[in-house]
């Protein structure tokens, strides 16, 4: 039966390529932000189940167990509910939303009995501006208005009434500032809504129309999935981790949300409660080369093209040329607050909305965003003059601040250290800044640059490796291990089978993997300025593969991998974080982990055929022409 605050894993997600709903196992949408991703929830119920809000659709009057699943290929999400007396399913979706930015969405839930009979309720009760707006309900002959200051949202009845013998088989009533529908339903029968927003009115849809918008749904999802060129070993979970990431993408931009939500813990109970709705630099920029192996170029295209836009207008300040994240328009205002009324899922506050995270400097970023403009270069996407002007400006910067402390990936709020990834990564922003300015003969300041580029390579192996430890460390100065550098190899700064790289790989075995589980790094050893824990990183743990894969760990790294996949939720889909017990733990689902999974899956396939080393053919085998 229902839960007050289901399992973090318990949900799918449903979306339109603007915005994106989750849906819980007992039918459930308990989190929806409108009219996209970074705008405030309509439904909230996921972070305070009294004040949140929710729109629910289950059976009542009897015992049921639900199980889930999407429809084949599609973002289509149908969550079944089992009784004595009969089957039913819940089938969601959004229509996708491919063109400009729009307020109007919608969202699509048929109820459908397909043996049996069974009665089903369905209740919607809005909570506009993360609860703090008041609305008021308009009730319509065929659905209702729910008005707020900002924002209407429009319910339309499906078909015509369901009458059994001379009666009607549902009934509507009020409740408070939302509607309640109870309806029982024989096999072969189906009804349903359509959620809009927008301010238009209330209207019964026709059966054919919800047919249609159903049909062009799976239509575009199919097609979009068979765009893809993987054809390896783990094709459906590398399927469904695509979709997702696709679901994470604000089409009017081609910028993808770190999550769609806010407020979910990194710990039941503590304050590692962030706010994923925004674009990363660094997690878009690893997109490309997920995209890029799929052969997806338009998508990677749409990034590289959004990248440069965020290069053009250097608001950086503390954080250099480039901020570590933006709204999905681009827009940089990102200030976070605290929204006290909320409880926090599983009373896990605060919740936060914006991040203070983002005028941090990490340093990192100016190697992700390199990497991928080199890639993006590789298969086609060529910088124009004004955009490589740009970044020879933002890479003079790096050679005249590589050396200053910084943040670091993981945002932590202990104070800026000289962090060894973001080192090693403005090394890579340099390198790549060299092979694009020599591949096209682009003016540069070559001696420089490469002049830099070398001292931050002898840096790192003076002050970034402990000789004790064995390993390369978090940052100067310190003898704590850190997952982020399990990137060293696949980016070129140092070879596999480097006996530096071994030591270091044996290392990370030894303190920060659990059975296949890595962590980042450890906060009683390297404090990090928040109270509490964290599972283990479910990125980490895919980087993990990669490492043992290119270092002649084959045998290990599939049973690594394939460990990992026993970690997804019954769709498939992954948060950020892993607890000892497996549960899913931070911001679901999370683009991070999925990412990883796709990268990981398309390495490793390349080199259980081929060996260990090089993957580089990975991507030249994933050119397509679109």
Not at 66 to 94: C, H, K, N, S, W
Not at 419 to 436: E, K, N
Not at 509 to 537: H, I, K, N, W
Request: some cysteine; overall charge negative; charged content about 25%.
């Amino acid at each position: 039966m229902a839960k007050r605050y289901p399992d973090i894993s318990d949900h799918g997600l449903i979306g339109d390529l603007q915005t994106a709903a989750l849906v819980s196992t007992d039918g459930t949408i308990d989190w929806f932000c409108c009219p996209r991703f970074d705008a405030p929830s309509v439904f909230g119920s996921l972070v305070d189940a009294d004040r949140g809000g929710y729109f629910r659709v289950r059976p009542v009057g009897m015992e049921y167990v639900t199980r889930q699943l999407y429809l084949p290929d599609t973002a289509i999400l149908i969550t079944r509910f089992l009784t004595d007396a009969g089957v039913g399913e819940v089938i969601d979706f959004m229509p996708v939303a491919e063109g400009p930015a729009t307020d109007r969405h919608v969202i699509v839930r048929m109820v459908r009995v397909v043996r049996g009979e069974m009665t089903f309720e369905g209740e919607i009760q809005p909570r506009f501006d993360y609860g703090r707006a008041p609305h008021r309900l308009v009730p319509a002959g065929v659905g209702a208005k729910f008005v707020s200051d900002d924002l209407t949202l429009t319910l339309h009845r499906v078909g015509d009434p369901i009458l059994h013998g001379d009666e009607r088989a549902g009934r509507v009533e009020v409740v408070g500032d939302g509607i309640r529908v109870t309806i029982t339903l024989r096999a072969g029968e189906l009804t349903g809504v359509m959620l809009e927003s927008g301010d238009v009115e209330p209207r019964q849809v026709g059966e054919d129309e919800l047919v249609e918008t159903f049909l062009e749904a799976r239509r575009f999802w199919r097609e979009w999935n068979d765009r893809s060129t993987y054809t390896g070993r783990w094709r459906e979970m590398v399927s469904r981790s695509a979709i997702t990431l696709k679901l994470m993408t604000y089409a009017p931009t081609g910028a993808l949300v770190a999550a769609p939500t806010t407020g979910l813990p990194e710990q039941v109970g503590g304050e590692r409660n962030w706010d994923y709705r925004y674009t990363w630099i660094r997690d878009a920029s690893f997109s490309v080369y997920a995209l890029v192996s799929l052969g997806y170029s338009r998508e990677a295209e749409a990034f590289v093209s959004w990248l440069l836009d965020r290069i053009h207008e250097s608001v950086g300040t503390d954080s250099g040329p480039l901020k570590i994240m933006y709204r999905v328009d681009g827009s940089s205002d990102l200030a976070e607050t605290v929204l006290d009324h909320l409880s926090g899922y599983r009373r896990s506050a605060p919740v936060r909305v914006g991040n203070g995270a983002a005028d941090q400097l990490q340093l990192d970023i100016y190697g992700e965003a390199m990497d991928s403009i080199h890639l993006a270069d590789t298969h086609g996407v060529e910088l124009p003059h004004a955009g490589w002007m740009k970044v020879r400006e933002m890479l003079d910067w790096l050679c005249d601040h590589w050396d200053t402390p910084e943040e670091g990936i993981w945002e932590t709020r202990g104070g800026p250290q000289r962090f060894t990834y973001g080192r090693f990564m403005s090394w890579v922003a340099l390198d790549r800044g060299i092979r694009l300015a020599r591949a096209h003969g682009r003016p540069a300041s070559l001696t420089r640059w490469t002049h830099e580029r070398d001292r931050i390579y002898e840096r790192i192996m003076e002050a970034g490796f402990d000789p004790e430890l064995r390993a390369f460390v978090q940052h100067e100065g310190s003898d704590v291990l850190d997952a982020s550098l399990l990137r060293m190899p696949l980016m070129g700064f140092v070879t596999p089978r480097d006996p530096l790289w071994m030591s270091t790989l044996d290392a990370i075995d030894d303190q920060l993997v659990s059975d296949s589980l890595v962590y980042r790094y450890d906060p009683a050893a390297s404090p990090d300025g928040l109270t509490g824990g964290e599972g283990t990183f479910t990125l980490c743990s895919f980087w993990y593969v990669d490492a043992l894969a290119r270092s002649g760990r084959l045998d290990e790294a599939r049973l690594v991998f394939e460990k990992m996949l026993t970690y997804a939720n019954h769709l498939g889909l992954y948060a950020e974080e892993i607890g000892l017990t497996g549960e899913q733990l931070g911001n679901f689902p999370q683009a991070f982990s999925h990412l990883a999974l796709i990268d990981a899956a398309v390495n490793l396939d390349y080199q259980l055929d081929h060996g260990s080393g090089d993957v580089g053919p990975v991507l030249r085998r994933g050119r397509r022409i679109d």
